[in-house]
């Protein structure tokens, strides 16, 4: 079984310009989520969705990053203009329902630089 | 004060030894409990989850909670080199679907 893909693996941009990742969950997972993780600290929750609609985006800075789940499957996430304090690791995860985020499988990631 | 507190390290130890980690959390709504792994250069990986206090082995692992004292650990067994990578608590309130880590203990098992 193919775990969570995304990409880019690894993204170097200028500030202000605009930046977009991927990401293909586990078959069958309805459950998506982003998440965001600086140098040293641990993945904080961007977005969350339960097939395409968003039922958590408190956190998502919404000035500047959006994000989509077209038919409930694959989600881009994109920052336009990306600023130098946006550089992270930028996570996506998957489960099924009723695992309660626990069981969630995470992907490579995407690291951003923002120079 | 960060709802999750882990140490996080740098902690280094000989091959074989016992290795302790440990978090701590204010919020007395968080009911389920989770390690995590996290090699350099991935996302992390599920190790164990526990719901309630008490303990659950899984291997070399065991993993604690103490809800009376808001303290949870992780115990890896005879600790080989493959095990070094950054350990990341995570927990959920009741109702919640929304994770929430701790910063992760950076592990060097020395061979």
């Known amino acids: 079984e193919a775990g969570v893909v995304q990409s880019p693996r690894y993204k170097i941009i200028e500030k202000k310009q605009p930046v977009a990742f991927w990401c293909n969950p586990i078959?069958?997972?309805?459950?998506l989520y982003w998440y965001r993780q600086n140098l040293g600290q641990g993945p904080e929750l961007l977005i969350r969705y339960e097939n395409e609609e968003a039922v958590d985006d408190s956190q998502l800075p919404k000035d500047r990053f959006s994000a989509e789940r077209l038919k409930g499957v694959d989600s881009t996430l994109k920052i336009q203009p990306a600023e130098l304090g946006d550089s992270a690791v930028y996570l996506c995860a998957s489960s099924s329902r009723g695992d309660r985020g626990a069981e969630a499988f995470f992907g490579q990631g995407t690291r951003l630089t923002v120079v | 004060q960060k709802e999750v507190e882990q140490d996080p390290g740098p902690l280094s130890v000989p091959e074989g030894a016992i290795v302790s980690l440990n978090c701590t959390y204010s919020?007395?709504?968080?009911?389920?409990f989770m390690w995590y792994r996290q090699y350099s250069r991935k996302g992390p990986e599920l190790l164990m989850y526990t719901y309630s206090s008490g303990n659950k082995e899984d291997g070399r692992f065991t993993a604690q909670v103490d809800k009376s004292s808001k303290y949870i650990s992780l115990f890896i067994r005879d600790s080989q080199p493959s095990d070094s990578a950054t350990y990341l608590c995570?927990?959920?309130?009741?109702?919640?679907?929304?994770?929430?880590f701790g910063k992760g203990t950076k592990l060097t098992v020395n061979p």
């Open positions: 995570a927990m959920i309130k009741g109702g919640s679907e929304k994770l929430v």
């Open positions: 919020n007395s709504a968080f009911q389920y």
């Open positions: 078959s069958g997972h309805n459950t």
